[in-house]
């Protein structure tokens, strides 16, 4: 199959593609590329990439893709989409906090089908195979439909326990850089709102609800989910802050259990923290990802030299905590090594 042809429905569900969407506008083109190649580097899987970038983009997308090793090509396909809002003002949606940040919200209503769907920023980073957080569908129960991290661990330090001037999901407000969604089931349902007293549909509720609290939202499109998931609290599943982890979780002090027990499972460097000095932790692992050669060995060309990264990271409180950020990818690492270990015996048995 083709780079960017669909897939037929009827697959069996072993063949079945994760899908994995993201927005890319402006200067993004870079950071989008190494968030693509951390997904394909250790998933399992077949991936079907969905970007939504400016046409500008639209091209060196292409090419950069097609430039990957065939061994890495093989694992994904990909379909490029323009930015495109499906009510209200396409201006006014696109200038939402960040450029084009907003047509996540549209992502139900454009990929119509596609039953699944995992969005995340450009800025993420996979240091474990998509397919473990692809297993948290199998979790949600018979209300839920869509999933993603606290913003804060501890409402005393949390931006929307401090300053927010509208409804949010819990203490601390929700973070929407990964969101992981059953969009046949966001389709579908009808969500409590303050606009009516009855249900709206996703589509319905986007715009009125974006007029209603536009005076009132500092972080754009992640309020307006915050807002919904206020109103629907049964139909969110929460997943812990190892698989959304971001500067907050480690500059402070280390507040995110679950990354010191596991290790942290996806990088969020969010406040600009993989191109400048303030969080060199971050940095490193951006970069190290950034230049390792695809068909290198994974600890010779990514594991050690980060390691030795880390090293000089150590003055800040981040850098303290070296064992947050590798435990993960090590274990992840060492089951690639295995899983291809087992696919060559099983070769070499045909003979």
């Not at 079945?16 to 927005?23: E, I, K, P, R």
């Not at 323009?82 to 209503?109: D, H, M, Y």
């Not at 995340?120 to 474990?128: E, G, I, K, M, N």
């Not at 606009?195 to 500092?218: A, D, R, S, V």
């Amino acid at each position: 199959m083709k780079p960017g042809e669909q897939k037929h429905p009827k697959e069996p569900p072993s063949l079945q593609c994760m899908h994995l969407a993201v927005v890319a506008c402006g200067d993004r083109l870079e950071e989008t590329l190494i968030m693509l190649k951390s997904a394909v580097l250790f998933s399992s899987r077949r991936l079907c990439f969905h970007i939504f970038a400016e046409d500008s983009l639209k091209p060196q997308f292409e090419t950069k893709l097609k430039e990957w090793p065939s061994s890495y090509t093989k694992k994904f396909e990909f379909n490029i989409y323009p930015i495109t809002f499906s009510v209200g003002n396409a201006q006014e949606w696109k200038k939402l906090f960040k450029p084009c940040a907003a047509q996540r919200l549209f992502l139900p209503v454009i990929l119509k089908d596609v039953d699944s769907l995992l969005y995340v920023d450009t800025d993420v980073l996979f240091l474990r195979p998509i397919d473990d957080i692809w297993q948290l569908l199998r979790e949600f129960n018979s209300t839920q439909l869509a999933a993603m991290a606290p913003e804060h661990e501890m409402p005393k330090i949390g931006w929307y326990s401090r300053f927010a001037r509208h409804p949010f999901y819990g203490s601390t407000g929700l973070n929407s850089g990964v969101m992981l969604m059953n969009l046949t089931r966001i389709r579908s349902a009808r969500f409590k709102n303050s606009l009516i007293p009855g249900g709206l549909t996703w589509e319905e509720m986007l715009y009125p609800l974006y007029q209603k609290y536009k005076n009132y939202i500092t972080w754009g499109d992640q309020d307006l989910l915050n807002i919904i998931f206020y109103f629907n609290p049964e139909c969110l599943y929460v997943f812990p802050c190892q698989w959304n982890y971001r500067p907050d979780h480690c500059m402070y002090g280390s507040n995110c259990r679950g990354a010191e027990d596991e290790g942290v499972s996806i990088l969020h460097g969010n406040r600009g923290v993989y191109h400048d000095d303030k969080q060199p932790t971050f940095k490193a692992l951006y970069e190290v990802i950034r230049d390792f050669p695809f068909e290198d060995n994974l600890f010779q060309s990514l594991y050690y030299p980060l390691q030795s990264r880390f090293l000089d990271t150590v003055h800040t409180l981040c850098g303290r905590i070296p064992q947050v950020f590798l435990k993960q990818i090590e274990k992840t690492m060492k089951k690639v090594y295995e899983n291809r270990v087992i696919v060559y015996l099983g070769a070499n048995h045909k003979y």
